[in-house]
């Protein structure tokens, strides 16, 4: 046993293992617990419910496959090994001229993480999700067999393990493609709009000419103000500024968790008033260091803490345009009525790019991500009341983020999750899995 916390980032819920196993070296074979236990490879816990999670059952520490195999500087492929953080590559890459071509909200995540929950980014409506720029990668199954997996060789592992959550194999390296870059800084505009109206044109219009958009929403807003907030666009900066800005340093920590969460209505206000009114009105243009722009919670070590012990909820659903604008309303006003609000709300236009991965989660449409500290039933039945939307216009909820939605939710949205069954590696499994699944198994 090492002594990683092998827990999920939203710390809710509590899971006991009953073995970790560590994975060191790739050629290895499968470290695997006593045959009465399953398996699930655990990369950097930055899942938010149980994707990452195997309760009374065993993992695989898959974070020290941390090496670098090649990286071509003319083409921008890398190789390297499936434990290996993004700010890792990062490191390496960025001042050789090259980025990732797709980013989560935080550097560190694993490559082995990356893929298995086909994470998405700012670019979604440009790029794709992360799986779109695999060339390739190497499964290792529980039988001692490996299978190199491409678009063209055993393609239906391919497809399978990219959001595949985990269950199909020990991903031990992967190949991808890096998007090139003439500097490490973003030209960056910021505006504050007023309503969810305004966010929509200012997302059609920004769509067509960055390549990363995204917005943050006042949930606490109502009325007219419905989905007010600050929209957030960019692109990669073309000329080094005259003044270069200044790679931020990693400053702040939660050092302890409170006894109980730091975030009740009257912090939720102030922050979101501070943040929104913190924004001046109108556009506002410059260039940042690729850091604050696309990692801000990454300033702030274990930030998740402050959500005291019982930690708390993420929950982000993509509809589909035709009822997406409508969902979103509802939900807004669901959770303004429930008195409770969200810190963190963002919303996001993805765009047409097919996901590869046959349980990938976005879709063309709207996406909100919201997070909720864990009051208990309170809650789960705001919760619940969301479901009941997203259900109604046709969407679904992102297993990354999740640790609660109704099995049946899951099978209906996600109807190819038999195919994922069918090349599941019999020893692999979830607490996900297994919530969600049915059959009682
Ligand atoms: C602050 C923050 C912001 C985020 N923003 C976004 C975002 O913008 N977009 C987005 O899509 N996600 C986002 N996420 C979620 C995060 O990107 C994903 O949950 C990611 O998959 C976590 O990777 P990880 O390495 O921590 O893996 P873990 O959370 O440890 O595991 C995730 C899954 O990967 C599997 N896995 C891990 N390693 C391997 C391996 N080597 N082989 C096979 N399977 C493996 C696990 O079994 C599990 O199913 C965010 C998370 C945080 C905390």
Not at 111 to 122: F, L, P, W
Not at 291 to 300: I, N, R
């Amino acid at each position: 046993m090492t002594t990683r916390p092998y827990e999920s980032w939203g710390r809710y819920p509590n899971a006991h293992h009953r073995a970790v196993l560590v994975a060191r070296w790739r050629d290895d074979p499968l470290p695997l617990p006593s045959p009465d236990l399953s398996v699930l490879p655990f990369g950097n816990g930055r899942s938010y419910g149980d994707v990452c999670l195997n309760d009374s059952q065993a993992l695989i520490d898959a974070r020290p496959l941390d090496r670098f195999l090649a990286f071509d500087p003319a083409t921008g492929r890398l190789g390297c090994e499936g434990g290996v953080l993004l700010s890792e590559i990062l490191d390496l890459v960025v001042p050789r001229g090259w980025f990732l071509p797709v980013t989560p909200g935080t550097r560190f995540v694993t490559v082995g993480g990356a893929i298995a929950n086909d994470v998405h980014g700012k670019n979604h409506h440009r790029a794709g999700t992360f799986g779109c720029h695999i060339r390739a990668f190497e499964l290792l199954r529980s039988d001692g067999s490996r299978r190199l997996c491409s678009p063209d060789e055993n393609a239906d592992y391919f497809r399978a393990t990219i959001g595949g959550l985990g269950l199909t194999g020990l991903i031990t390296w992967a190949e991808l493609q890096l998007r090139k870059i003439d500097n490490p800084y973003i030209a960056e505009e910021t505006v504050r709009y007023r309503s969810l109206d305004e966010f929509f044109t200012l997302s059609a219009e920004s769509d067509r000419n960055c390549e990363y958009t995204v917005a943050w929403i006042d949930c606490l807003a109502s009325g007219a103000g419905l989905g007010r907030g600050v929209f957030i666009r960019g692109n990669h900066a073309g000329a080094t500024p005259a003044r270069e800005p200044r790679a931020p340093r990693l400053k702040l920590a939660v050092p302890l968790t409170p006894p109980i969460s730091a975030i009740n209505w009257a912090t939720l206000r102030a922050f979101n008033a501070a943040y929104y009114y913190g924004h001046p009105a109108g556009r506002h243009a410059g260039t940042v260091h690729y850091a604050p722009f696309f990692y801000p919670l990454d300033s702030v070590a274990d930030w998740n803490r402050i959500y005291g012990p019982k930690g708390f909820l993420q929950y982000q659903f993509v509809v589909p345009h035709g009822q997406g604008a409508e969902a979103v309303r509802e939900v807004l006003q669901r959770i303004a009525r429930a008195g409770t609000g969200s810190f963190l709300a963002i919303l996001k236009v993805f765009g047409e790019p097919a996901s590869p991965g046959l349980l990938s989660f976005p879709a063309p449409g709207l996406t909100l991500a919201l997070d909720f500290p864990n009051r208990g039933p309170k809650t789960f039945d705001l919760l619940a009341r969301l479901d009941e939307v997203v259900r109604q216009a046709g969407g679904r909820l992102y297993p990354a983020k999740d640790a609660r939605m109704r099995g049946e939710d899951f099978r209906t949205a996600y109807p190819s999750w038999p195919e994922l069954e069918a090349l599941r590696d019999p020893r692999f499994d979830s607490s996900f899995w297994r919530r969600v699944r049915g059959g009682g198994k």
